[in-house]
Nanobody, 120 residues
Framework: QVQLEESGGGSVQAGGSLRLSCAFS????????MGWYRQTPENRRELVAA??????TYPDSMKERFTISKDNAKNTVYLQMSNLQPEETAVYYC???????????????WGQGTQVTVSS
């Protein structure tokens, strides 16, 4: 059973930076697409960044400010975020999926989430 444990969340002022980490265990890390999502206070879950078959992808609004990376030796995926804005306050979740196609995976696992709060 895949387990994901996020860390690195916290409070930061607008314009600040944070790095989130997600430790993966319970399966072969390299077989999984890894991603970060966030759930806003309005209860909307949106993609922040993903590595799909070793290719990174970001929504346009995050492309210049966020970087996702994997360390296969440590079974860990990272999200480096810069120039954070108050509207990006959310719970950030790590996701691992494989099988099927990315949007409709056969195996789909989520971490517990880590809170990121950006103050103005």
């Amino acid at each position: 059973q895949v387990q994901l444990e996020e860390s690195g969340g916290g409070s930061v002022q607008a314009g600040g930076s944070l790095r989130l980490s997600c430790a993966f265990s319970g399966a072969v890390f390299s077989l999984y697409h890894m991603g970060w999502y966030r759930q806003t206070p309005e209860n909307r879950r949106e993609l922040v960044a993903a590595i799909i078959s070793n290719t990174t992808t970001y929504p346009d609004s995050m492309k210049e400010r966020f970087t996702i990376s994997k360390d296969n030796a440590k079974n860990t995926v990272y999200l480096q975020m810069s120039n954070l804005q108050p509207e990006e306050t959310a719970v950030y979740y790590c996701n691992a999926r494989r099988g099927g196609i990315y949007k409709y995976p056969i195996y789909d696992y989520w971490g517990q989430g880590t809170q990121v709060t950006v103050s103005s």
